[in-house]
């Protein structure tokens, strides 16, 4: 199978998912911690705004932004199906569409509100970043996929590191902006991964599925 999941990452996966329910009901019934540490960072932020830094963050929240995060899936998409890669192209795809709907079911259950002094016209719950985590649902799949699958070291470290600094470039984008509390960024990244990794997990049956009962994917590499 192109796209896998070994025991090992559904075992990290699980463990993310538990650590982000408990940081939303943590943050839904404003227990101490970690509320605190996120109004601590929050006028940490509020300190060091400057009109060069709006122009930097305005340009990283957008890298961020979920309708942006679906262009890079379709982008992906079409690079997988020009590879003759069409089931990969599709699941990339289904696994960031799906997980926008399992994100906003967090955020309707947990709906926190912004922080105060929000800076942008986000209006929806705060817990967790939706920037954050369609962004980090993008970069898992190309950890996964992608990476592994270039021959090249130096491309697959230019890959890993600038996915990374757009990822910390986006996280630092909404705390600088009062859009997010750090602790909405954290459980982002790891609702984004255990999100990945049950997508992966569920790949082979999915792929299976299409090649068996799908004339056009009969022959397709899966």
Request: some cysteine; glycine content about 4%; charged content about 10%.
């Amino acid at each position: 199978m192109i796209v896998s999941a070994t025991n090992k990452q559904r075992r990290q996966a699980l463990i993310c998912f538990l650590i982000a329910c408990l940081l939303g009901l943590l943050t839904k019934f404003n227990i101490l911690v970690p509320v605190a540490f996120d109004q601590l960072l929050h006028s940490l932020f509020n300190t060091v705004q400057t009109n060069f830094g709006d122009t930097v963050m305005a340009i990283a929240t957008f890298l961020g932004n979920p309708v942006v995060d679906v262009i890079y899936a379709f982008i992906l998409a079409g690079i997988l199906i020009i590879a003759q890669l069409r089931v990969p192209a599709i699941w990339t795809v289904a696994s960031v569409l799906l997980g926008d709907l399992f994100l906003s079911i967090i955020r309707f259950i947990v709906n926190r509100p912004r922080p105060v002094g929000h800076l942008l016209s986000d209006t929806a719950s705060s817990f967790p970043s939706s920037h954050v985590f369609g962004l980090f649902v993008v970069i898992f799949i190309i950890g996964i996929l992608v990476t592994p699958n270039i021959n090249s070291y130096r491309a697959q470290i230019i890959i890993t590191w600038l996915t990374q600094l757009i990822g910390a470039l986006t996280i630092m984008s909404r705390l600088y902006f009062n859009a997010n509390f750090f602790s909405d960024t954290v459980a982002a990244i790891l609702f984004a991964y255990a999100w990945v990794i049950l997508s992966a997990t569920l790949y082979p049956k999915f792929a299976t599925f299409l090649q068996r009962r799908v004339p056009l994917f009969e022959n397709e590499e899966i």
